[in-house]
């Protein structure tokens, strides 16, 4: 069925990585915009990225550039988000998400649009 | 960045009624707004996308208006099922954020 799958989270040190992993399968993975939201406990989502279906053009949250990185593998129908320097603030609970599309019209470019499928999350704690 | 108001923060409504949320964006988003209905424990589910349609196998109780900067989600009569946490999100242009979300909940 068409499902997405998180995995890699769990509970990590200030200062260490993690790398975030996300499965997809039912749908044709290499169609679509990717992208990531996470949600800190009792908080509101929050948007952290996209990346388009070849992997050339992402967007990110402003906040989280230059310690977490997004990417994907197409072959391996698979979605990750590398974490680096991680903090307390950090602990939330990371949700894969796959992307409408739409054309801008003003641009020329298709953009990215809702999340419409989600998978179930994966919990990241970040405490000494 | 374009920062999502939602409103009211939490909405108190018996089951059969009609409930109105809104999402104002700080500068106009043209129509690129999404809304979400959020239970405990589970993924955020979409609802409504582009402002007005209905995402898939969504009932027609739900229905999303608006353009610009003003944003409304409609349900039109309650089920104990759709009580939620409802989350806006626009995606005219990065970053796309989030509003703050409004809890509805059982009167």
């Known amino acids: 069925q068409v499902e997405l799958v998180e995995s890699g989270g769990g509970l990590v040190k200030p200062g260490t990585s993690l790398r975030l992993s996300c499965a997809a399968s039912g749908f044709s993975f290499n169609d679509f915009y990717m992208g990531w939201v996470r949600q800190a406990p009792g908080e509101g989502l929050e948007w952290i990225s996209y990346?388009?279906?070849?992997?050339?053009?992402?967007y990110f949250e402003d906040s989280l550039k230059g310690r977490f990185t997004i990417s994907r593998d197409n072959a391996q129908n698979s979605l990750f988000l590398q974490m680096n320097s991680l903090r307390v603030a950090d602990t939330a609970i990371y949700f894969c998400a796959r992307a409408t599309t739409y054309y801008d019209t003003s641009t020329g470019y298709y953009r990215p649009g809702a999340f419409d499928l989600w998978g179930q999350g994966t919990m990241v704690t970040v405490s000494s | 960045e374009i920062v999502l108001t939602q409103s009211p923060g939490t909405l108190s409504l018996s089951p059969g009624e009609r409930a109105t949320l809104s999402c104002r964006a700080g500068q106009s988003v043209g129509t690129s707004l999404a809304w979400y209905q959020q239970k405990p424990g589970q993924a955020p589910r979409l609802l409504i996308y582009?402002?007005?349609r209905r995402a898939t196998g969504i009932p027609d109780r739900f229905s999303g208006g608006g353009s610009g900067t003003d944003f409304t989600l409609t349900i039109s009569s309650l089920e104990p099922e759709d009580f939620a946490v409802f989350y806006c999100q626009h995606y005219a242009r990065s970053p796309h954020i989030f509003g703050r979300g409004t809890r509805l909940e059982i009167k």
């Open positions: 990346i388009n279906s070849a992997g050339s053009i992402i």
């Open positions: 582009d402002a007005s």
